[in-house]
């Protein structure tokens, strides 16, 4: 927990200053002339002067003082720090999202936001209160342009931040998140993914995309893939804390299996199912993203798609072969239905079939293709 001291305007010409209990506080604190504790109030009073106001910045360091007077000014020699607390404030968030645990992906997630909003402020975030939050992501909406799925990471960063990290739970309660798009996944066809595959001719990289969509897993989930987690006996993958620091199991399929043989073969696998560069580490998730784009280019698929959504297509495909919505569920590792549910709305199966008005006033048949 990093610690704050505040500083209120009180009756008269006094100062109200209050931290949680902090021996080393307590302790400068009373090198202030003419300070009282009031029980009361929980607080210490303190003269509303020149020389009480110096003391203050001279006995604590300015990047622990959350000001609601406006009579702190900060020297420029008191701006050098800046680097040092942001520092304290990222280590320490790391610390509790650790001990939280949050995986390194979301850390790093969750990171990257508060360094973004640290940047955008350049002051203490400590100091901040509920609308300084919502100026900050009307910012990222409507200057920056980003998704409101972006923007709700940012929020569940920043909420973290302020009720884990900094303690201050009130300052969060009410900060609004904008409604999530309604967007469908965007999946390629049976012969498309079959274009795909045969457009790379690598045997790692073949290997590696057949198991992504003969199994439906994620960039995250292939690559972190151990020898030992290819069941072969009975035709399973074993997915060991996938999102959400789940474990569960995908089908593995008799072609993919194959390509896999064909791979270790030749590669001679150890620990990591696909070692990378570096001794002992895996593949990077970069590294798959762009043999999928290499392959997607050579195959001549027009479609905005990204190796995940072969994921995707698993998914759609599955369920346009009459596989339960359920079982789709269990196989991809959602924890909501509601998340398997969105294939529901790409399927073919479900409107392909359906004539256009249009088509049946005048006569006509459908056509597949453009």
Same mark, same amino acid.
Request: proline content about 2%.
């Given at each position: ?6 500083? @209120?305007k ?21 090198t202030?002339k ?15 002067? %020149? ?7 001279? +006995?604590f ?7 609601? *007077? ?9 701006? =050098? &720090? ?10 320490t ?22 360094? !973004? ?8 975030? &400590?100091?901040?209160?509920? #609308?300084?939050? #919502?100026r900050?992501l ?17 929020i ?6 302020? %009720? ?12 609004? !998140? ?14 498309e ?7 790379? /001719?690598n045997?790692?990289h ?7 969509? &003969? ?38 399929? /008799?072609?993919a299996? @194959?390509?896999l ?16 560069? @570096? ?5 990077? @998730? ?9 392959a ?38 959602h924890? &909501?239905?509601?998340? *398997?549910?969105?294939?529901?709305? +790409? *399927?073919?199966?479900s ?8 088509? !049946?006033?005048?006569? =006509?048949?459908?056509? %597949?293709?453009?």
């Open positions: 927990m990093i610690m704050a001291i505040q500083i @209120e009180g009756i008269s010409e006094e100062l109200l200053l209050s931290f949680d209990y902090n021996t080393e506080y307590i302790r400068k604190v009373k202030i003419n300070r009282k504790w009031n029980p009361q109030k929980k607080c210490w009073i303190i003269s509303n002067n %020149k020389e009480s106001i110096d003391q203050i910045i001279k +006995v360091d300015v990047t622990e003082i959350i000001d609601n *007077t406006g009579l702190i000014v900060v020297s420029e020699s008191n701006k =050098k &720090s800046e680097k040092i607390w942001e520092k304290d404030i990222i280590k968030l790391n610390d509790v999202l650790k001990l939280n645990g949050y995986s390194s992906k979301t850390r790093k997630a969750y990171i990257g936001h508060i360094k !973004r909003f640290i940047d955008y402020y350049e002051e203490n975030p &400590s100091k901040f209160n509920k #609308n300084d939050i #919502n900050y009307l910012y990222l909406l409507e200057n920056q342009g980003h998704s409101h799925s972006y923007v709700n990471q940012a569940s960063a920043i909420k973290f931040l302020y %009720k884990d990290v900094f303690k201050r739970h009130n300052i969060i309660i009410d900060v609004p !998140r904008p409604k999530k798009e309604d967007k469908l996944p965007e999946v390629l066809s049976q012969q993914i079959i274009k795909v595959l045969n457009a790379v /001719e045997i790692k073949r290997a590696i995309l057949f198991l992504i969509y &003969s199994a439906g897993l994620r960039v995250g989930e292939v690559v972190r893939l151990k020898v030992s987690d290819i069941d072969g006996d009975r035709m399973l993958i074993h997915i060991v804390q996938g999102k959400g620091r789940k474990d569960r199991y995908s089908v593995l399929s /008799e072609v299996l @194959e390509e043989r064909t791979y270790v073969r030749k590669y001679k696998p150890d620990y990591w199912l696909f070692p990378g560069v @570096e001794a002992g580490r895996f593949l990077t @998730e970069r590294s798959v993203q762009k043999v999928f784009e290499n997607r280019i050579k195959a001549a698929i027009k479609k905005k798609v990204s190796v995940h959504s072969l994921r995707h297509s698993f998914a759609t495909h599955l369920l346009e072969g009459g596989v339960d919505l359920r079982y789709i569920q269990e196989l991809l590792g924890q &909501s239905s509601k998340t *398997t549910e969105i294939y529901t709305h +790409v *399927t073919e199966k409107i392909k079939n359906i004539a256009s008005p249009l088509d !049946r006033i005048m006569g =006509k048949t459908k056509d %597949k293709g453009i």
